[in-house]
């Protein structure tokens, strides 16, 4: 059974920091590029930072970029997403998302709160 579960969101204030995770079960972790994805009500999922299978590439969003980190720990099947200097239009449910050629799986999600 696949599984991605997120954790390590919550309330924050600005300029704040804190570290998502996404454990991963079921599949073979190591052969998927992983992503973090941000939604807002009313508003499309958005592509916030992601990385390929062997750890080496990384892309971000222009909004983040400079303030996360994303990384995988392929041992622990794990991917993070560190967050630092956080904003208030930051706030959103964050989704962890594993992609191969042939599969695709998405997260629950963890909200994430940006506010003093």
């Known amino acids: 059974q696949v599984q991605l579960v997120e954790s390590g969101g919550g309330l924050v204030q600005p300029g704040g920091s804190l570290r998502l995770s996404c454990a991963a079960s079921g599949f073979r972790f190591s052969l998927y590029d992983m992503s973090w994805y941000r939604q807002t009500p009313g508003q499309e999922r958005e592509l916030v930072a992601n990385?390929?299978?062997?750890?080496?590439?990384?892309n971000y969003a222009d909004s983040v970029k400079g303030r996360f980190t994303i990384s995988r720990d392929n041992a622990k099947n794990t991917v993070y997403l560190q967050m630092n200097s956080l904003k208030p239009e930051d706030t959103a449910v964050y989704y962890c998302y594993a992609r191969f050629p042939s599969a695709r799986f998405w997260g629950q999600g963890t909200q994430v709160t940006v506010s003093s």
């Open positions: 990385i390929a299978a062997a750890g080496g590439v990384t």
